[in-house]
């Protein structure tokens, strides 16, 4: 299919109940051929059809090969509802040629969602999406060790957003890999920030948090390498959290490029243990550093034999393969105490904080956190990290 829209391209569009469509995608314009009230469009002859696209899915429009199309779209005409459409056709240069077909009207997607996705790629574009740090703790003396870096939307107008109210729509739009970026980058900076300066230095370390997908896609390794060292962040004070039953996947592929990951110097952590089942005896083939207990078995241990039991084989294994390990989940001083008779080295929970804006997490750094922990031991710069 090629040209402009003709004859046997109208008479398939009347068929098929769709638009013939000749768009430019420089412009934005569009030749319709047909009645566009199917789809909520009023335009027609040569309409402003870009503006009708939702915002988040004109990018993959204009992103197309040249050959053929065949894509699901969403459209949002001024004061109308939100409609799927099937766009199949043929891109030349700048040039579209194609059959708009219905494909419902999308329960559940309003102009609202679409304001929110638009919103999103936007922030992204802003750096909006930054890094708050939840501080982990070392159970002896109580002082602070690490943080995890957190993803939060400072949404203009809204405020900060957590996680659950905009990681679904990253992951609708294909932006987690961009996101996850943005927040290690913005978490090498803050990290790097505390080790400027003059004089004795804080022993600490940031966590930061990648999926597999992200651990897969090309080039991880060398953009990681690159952030870390355009940020100035020492050697062995940044880490990289991936999830049990993210490697478990394909665990083969996921050990290569762990290694390839610990060479460069970032140290790694098996978060969420215990969720993804796996035997214990085959961690020995990734190269962690640390092992994260699952905040279910954290939270369950004060009154379960069986997860105490559990946490015990995981502690007995970490220190067998010179791991250390992290209770997440604690909440209370009685969870912090068990925790640490069990033998864990350090815990993150609400008992200690939550999440810490960049200038809190500075704060907690230089003095630590009133009747929570203490700041950080220093160390001399010739310093090396444990």
């Not at 053929?68 to 700048?94: M, W």
């Not at 069990?342 to 609400?350: E, I, R």
Request: hydrophobic content about 45%; some cysteine; proline content about 4%.
């Amino acid at each position: 299919m090629s040209g402009a829209p003709g004859d046997i391209l109208q008479q398939a569009a009347r068929a098929a109940g769709a638009l013939a469509l000749q768009i430019d995608l420089g412009s934005g314009k569009a030749e319709i051929s047909g009645s566009g009230d199917a789809f909520g469009l009023t335009c027609t002859g040569v309409g402003d059809f870009m503006d009708c696209v939702a915002p988040s899915d004109r990018k993959a429009l204009a992103g197309q090969e040249e050959g053929r199309v065949d894509l699901r779209l969403r459209l949002a005409p001024p004061g109308g509802e939100v409609r799927y459409v099937r766009l199949v056709g043929e891109r030349q240069g700048d040039a579209v040629t194609a059959l708009l077909l219905p494909a419902g009207t999308g329960p559940g997607t309003t102009l609202s969602t679409l304001d929110a996705e638009a919103a999103l790629t936007a922030g992204l574009e802003n750096q909006e999406i930054v890094a708050h740090f939840q501080p982990i703790i070392r159970l002896e003396g109580e002082f602070l060790a690490g943080f995890e870096a957190l993803a939060r939307w400072h949404r203009p107008g809204l405020g900060v957003m957590g996680p659950d109210d905009f990681l679904f729509l990253a992951d609708r739009l294909g932006l987690m890999g961009e996101i996850g970026n943005q927040v290690r980058a913005c978490a090498a900076r803050s990290v790097a920030g505390w080790f400027a300066g003059e004089g004795p230095t804080p022993d600490i370390y940031m966590s930061a948090n990648a999926s597999v997908g992200e651990l897969f896609s090309e080039g991880f390794v060398e953009t990681l390498s690159a952030t870390l060292e355009q940020a100035g962040v020492p050697r062995g004070r940044y880490r990289l959290e991936i999830t049990e039953t993210e490697i478990m996947r394909d665990p083969e592929r996921a050990a290569e490029i762990l290694h390839a990951v610990k060479a460069s110097g970032v140290k790694l952590v098996l978060d969420d243990f215990g969720t993804g089942y796996s035997s214990l005896s085959r961690l020995d083939r990734f190269p962690f550093d640390v092992i994260k207990i699952d905040q279910y078995f954290v939270r369950s241990m004060l009154a379960d034999a069986s997860a105490r039991a559990i946490t015990a084989s995981v502690v007995k294994l970490a220190r067998n393969l010179g791991m250390t390990i992290i209770a997440e989940g604690v909440e209370t001083a009685e969870m912090a105490d068990l925790v640490a008779e069990m033998g864990c080295d350090f815990a993150q929970g609400f008992h200690y904080a939550g999440a810490l804006d960049p200038e809190a997490a500075g704060l907690a750094v230089s003095k630590g956190l009133g009747g929570r922990f203490a700041p950080p031991l220093g160390y001399r710069r010739s310093g090396v990290a444990g």
